[in-house]
Structures are given as C-alpha cells and as structure tokens.
Nanobody
Framework: QAPLVESGGGLVLPGGSLRLSCAAS????????TGWFRQAPGKEREGVAC????????DYKDSVKGRFTISRDNTKNMVYLQMNSLKPEDTANYYC???????????????WGQGTQVTVSS
C-alpha cells in the first residue's frame, strides 16, 4: 500500500483555523481506522484524532477536544482534520496513518506520509 499524502498545513495566527487533508491511493480509507498524529521538534509523535472504519467512531486527544474535528468523505476517499482556535502549542508536523483497529497510539498505525507542517505563531 502506498503511503498516505497529507496537505493543508501552513502558518496561522493564534485563534485561527486550518483544514488538513489526508489522501490514499490504491485502497479505501473506509476500510481502516484513520488517525491524525503530530510531532513537534524534540517531542514524541502523539495521536490527535482517529476515525474508525464502519460506524466511524471518533476519538480525540483531550487537549484538542472541542477545537479539532476529524471527518471522512467516502466518495473522495479522503480524511480531514478541521482545526479551529489554534494555539502555539499545536505547532507540529501533522501526519495521517491507518490501522485495522482504532486508537491514538502511533505504534499501531502504518502507511505514514511525509506530513504537513502547521505553525501557529503571531
């Protein structure tokens, strides 16, 4: 399976919004749990949000609940991460990945892309 491709990152002011996109090639994202993860310099990669296959059950890291929304468009084979009320501590390289089981632990996910950089700064 080809790596996923992330896009949509950029530089945004605190309080601003971004929408990240995750695209798959050659397989159907609806058949997997898809997670969004982030890694800041000097820190470990951490799970931010996950949407499960099937019923699409969703889970979020506590610090992003109420600000981030994960969604999937099965017609486009895409998964999105809408990020609102961004804070400087959200600055990181953001990745998407897939797994047969849902969760926020990076070690259970595969098909990592190159990531997309999100910088929140004034």
């Amino acid at each position: 399976q080809a790596p996923l491709v992330e896009s949509g990152g950029g530089l945004v002011l605190p309080g601003g919004s971004l929408r990240l996109s995750c695209a798959a090639s050659g397989y159907n994202l609806a058949n997997y749990a898809t997670g969004w993860f982030r890694q800041a310099p000097g820190k470990e990669r951490e799970g931010v949000a996950c949407i499960d296959k099937g019923d699409g059950k969703i889970d979020y890291k506590d610090s992003v609940k109420g600000r981030f929304t994960i969604s999937r468009d099965n017609t486009k084979n895409m998964v999105y991460l809408q990020m609102n009320s961004l804070k400087p501590e959200d600055t990181a390289n953001y990745y998407c990945a897939v797994s047969l089981l849902p969760g926020l632990r990076p070690e259970y996910f595969t098909n990592w892309g190159q990531g997309t950089q999100v910088t929140v700064s004034s």
